[in-house]
């Protein structure tokens, strides 16, 4: 992808391009958009990702629509709260950056220093204003700064505000902006407190979150249900119905197998509708709406449909086939334990697909528990395959010696199908 693709204007494009910079970050690519579009944002990530610009340069351009920047008194229209006054001075340096082409003007206060240059600045007027919260109270209470026609709100580091004890003056500035805006919340880490902050703040909020690279959420529970092949929508149908899921993400390598799976699953009795590429935008986007509305309990996705989906909350995803690149797995997980929910990732593994799931525990580093439901295990005659680079075995499917094959640190449970069924499964 290229910044060219993003929506930017040619002035913003011209200051990225004068930076160096030719491809976005993922978060730059993931948010840009959703800011354009005017939504609020909920942005998971920490500092190094590039989430400045990620911000900034959507920002500057909005602000450029909105059009009152030739007003000779200029109302702050963006206002960026940061929790220190290194960042507050960051972040002013890249709206100065990407704004050079830009008729407008920016301010950045934050206490330490005097206050009479800020005063100053503040009344010739300024369109974007970095502050942190202290000094900008200062300004407020001197009636320097007027943020009644602020247009953009963006917390920067929220995590770092909140842990810094800020809270109660972002109250107090929130209390003082109009209730029309938009906000764009970055946070490194999802605490219950800035749930709580952004739950009164923030409006359906696009979620944008970066992982690091190749690291599974904590968040995320996994486990492998080893399943023969043939047996697999069943063993669906039954997690789904058994557990009574409302909204599961589930995962397909084909386009073919998607809408073959939400076929078979609506025949079931289960709500379902399939997303891919072959779908037209409008199809997609009816789909989504229907899922998120919960109209329909499962979204059956390849892993291309899935990587623009902006899905809050979404409490499980399950791997139907495990993808044929273990990162896609990975990314695949992500879409579930966001913004410091739980959630839980499920993946039917037929005998076939041991060698992919084999790559996929070699990228994590660690084995993914088994959860066997004796009613849905493969054929026994079927021979065990090796996993884990011999360091252990698959239990052979249907055998009745659950110990044989097992590696050192496997954790194994067995469930009949009326529900769990204790078993002597675990063993270090
Ligand atoms: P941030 O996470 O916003 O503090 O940015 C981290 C660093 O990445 C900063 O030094 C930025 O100048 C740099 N940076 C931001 N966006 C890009 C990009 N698209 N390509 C290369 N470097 C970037």
């Given at each position: 992808m290229s910044f060219d693709s993003l929506g930017l204007s040619a002035e913003l494009l011209r200051a990225v391009s004068d930076k160096g910079y030719s491809t976005p970050t993922p978060i730059q690519s993931q948010a840009i958009p959703h800011i354009l579009a005017g939504s609020d944002l909920m942005g998971g990530a920490q500092t190094g990702t590039g989430k400045t610009a990620g911000f900034t340069l959507p920002l500057l351009h909005r602000l450029t629509l909105s059009?009152?920047?030739?007003?000779?008194?200029?109302?702050?229209?963006a206002l960026v709260l940061t929790p220190t006054r290194e960042l507050a001075a960051q972040v002013g340096e890249s709206v100065v950056v990407y704004g050079k082409y830009l008729p407008l003007r920016s301010a950045v206060i934050f206490g330490g220093v005097k206050i009479n240059p800020q005063l100053q600045k503040l009344r010739a007027g300024v369109d974007i204003l970095v502050a942190t919260p202290g000094r900008l109270l200062d300004h407020i209470g001197q009636k320097s700064?007027?943020?009644?026609?602020?247009?953009i709100l963006v917390l920067d580091e929220a995590d770092r505000m909140l842990d810094m004890g800020f809270i109660r003056d972002i109250r107090k500035i929130l209390a003082l902006l109009p209730k029309q805006k938009q906000t764009l919340l970055f946070s490194a880490t999802f605490s219950d407190e800035i749930k709580q902050l952004s739950k009164g703040l923030l409006h359906s909020p696009a979620l944008v979150e970066v992982a690091r690279h190749n690291t599974a959420s904590e968040r995320v529970s996994q486990v492998i249900h080893p399943v023969d092949s043939h047996r697999k929508r069943e063993l669906l149908s039954h997690l789904i119905g058994s557990n009574n899921w409302r909204q599961v993400l589930v995962f397909n390598r084909t386009k073919h197998s998607c809408n073959r799976l939400a076929e078979q699953l609506t025949t079931d009795g289960i709500s379902a509708t399939a997303i891919h590429g072959n779908k037209s935008q409008g199809a997609r986007t009816r789909a989504l709406a229907d899922f998120k509305s919960g109209k329909v309990r499962v979204l059956v996705a390849t892993d291309i449909a899935a990587r623009g989906l902006d899905i809050n909350q979404l409490p499980h995803v399950i791997n139907y086939e495990l993808p044929n690149v273990a990162e896609d797995y990975v990314h695949r997980i992500g879409r579930?334990?966001?913004?410091?929910n739980e959630g839980q990732a499920l993946s039917l593994v037929c005998i076939d697909e041991l060698k992919l799931l084999n790559d996929i525990e070699r990228l994590l580093k660690r084995e993914i528990p088994r959860v066997i439901f004796d009613d849905f295990?493969?054929?026994?005659?079927i021979k065990a395959v090796p996993i884990n680079n011999g360091r252990g075995t698959n239990?052979?499917?249907?055998?009745?010696?659950?110990?044989?094959?097992?590696?050192?640190?496997d954790n194994r449970t067995h469930h009949s199908r009326g529900g769990k069924r204790s078993h002597a499964a675990h063993r270090s």
């Open positions: 059009g009152r920047a030739s007003h000779a008194r200029r109302p702050v229209r700064v007027d943020l009644s026609q602020v247009e579930t334990g966001r913004a410091g295990l493969p054929d026994p005659s239990r052979r499917p249907g055998g009745r010696d659950h110990s044989a094959n097992r590696a050192a640190n």
